[in-house]
């Protein structure tokens, strides 16, 4: 049985570990290190699979009501028709829970408060960690903590997986930059959210509480690009140019986005990476946190048994190829919903509309139908 954990990273995947843990009644700390624990960032979709695993922590009820949950939405095409409608009634009568479009923060509050003060420690930024045969200790701005694991939930740029894992790869870009932003609050449209898929862009809105939108999208581009995203979105249908007007001036987020080669393993000896540290993915399916939010609940099921070594290799074999094969999946249709060419677009949209709704809600299954195991 584990008797101390650390936890390196206090974004979703890390809280969400520790909050399981602190359930368990295993003394966790969480070196975050930033001066708080506070997402920037906008909004954040949790499919059923993100609301099941949040339930298991007994706080799927607090999020949903932290959020909002749309009557439906989908995919329409760069003039506007639709081209794949989503029902979140359906989702939520085959999934027992609908999609929850929450903001960054209030979910992360939501965790926060579901851990006693002691456990959190901003301003901690983690340097290394060393392993010996009776634990590992790990060294932070700090000092440094002694326990018998530490979870490396320290995100995409980990420290830890450079540490542990020298030889792999590092992210990787895709290929566009994605952007997000939430406005400021405005009278309730009558359209529901969607998702415009243009010529290698993208350009999306759905509603958050207290009458504000999430906007976001991504574009085809070189590394290191900038955008105006107003202006480079004006000209799309409505009411995208209307929501991007009512965010606030400097709000829009814009970041290259990468994910992660598959690595062999997650755990190397004491240290096991969780969230975005392990499998950082394409943000088009909305599933990185989702999948940072399984790996919090199923780890700390395996720690559940006796030993710790064979806790970790079943989490190693339970999460790994579940998540890297989200990573394979989010990043072929990203690299369809980048087409330009324009025949090929015209096919990818005929594709689309000719698809049934229940047969792209079946294939989504695999990936929303998952249970805490
Ligand atoms: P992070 O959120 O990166 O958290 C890592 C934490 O570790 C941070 O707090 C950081 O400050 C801290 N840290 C880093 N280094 C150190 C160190 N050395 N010491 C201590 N602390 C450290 N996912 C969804 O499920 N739904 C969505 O709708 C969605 N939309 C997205 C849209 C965009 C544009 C992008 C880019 C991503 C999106 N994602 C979405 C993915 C999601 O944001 C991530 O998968 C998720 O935030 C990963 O959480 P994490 O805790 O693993 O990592």
Known sequence: MVSRVVVAGGGIGGLATAVALHQRGIPV??????????EIGAGLSLWPNAMRALDSLGLAAQVRAAGAVETGGGVRDRAGRWLSRTDNAAIERRHGWPLVVVHRAELLR??????????????????????????????????????????????????????????????RYVGCTGWRAVTKPLPRLEVEGAVLWGRGERAGFTVLPGSRYYVFGAVTAPRGAAFDFPRHFAGWPDPLPALLAAVPDGAVIARDVHDLPPLPTYVCGRVVLLGDAAH??????????????EDAVTLAACLDGPDVDTALERY????????????????????????????????????ARLTPARATLRAMEPVLGWTVG
């Open 110 to 171: 939501i965790l926060v408060s579901a851990l006693p003060a002691s456990s959190l420690r901003p301003d901690s930024e983690v340097h290394a960690v060393a392993q010996d045969g009776s634990g590992v200790s790990v060294t932070h701005r700090g000092g440094s903590e002694h326990a018998d694991l530490v979870v490396a939930a320290d995100g995409l740029n980990s420290i830890l997986r450079r540490q542990w894992w020298p030889r792999a790869a590092g992210p």
């Open 29 to 38: 700390v969480v070196l975050e290190r930033a001066p708080e624990f506070r």
């Open 316 to 351: 190693d074999r339970v999460r790994r190829p579940r998540t890297q094969s989200i990573v394979r999946r989010s990043a072929r249709l990203d690299a369809v919903a980048q087409w330009t060419w324009p025949p090929a677009v015209l096919a990818r949209d005929l594709g």
């Open 280 to 293: 950082a993915m394409n943000p088009i399916l909305g599933q990185g946190a989702c999948q940072a939010l």
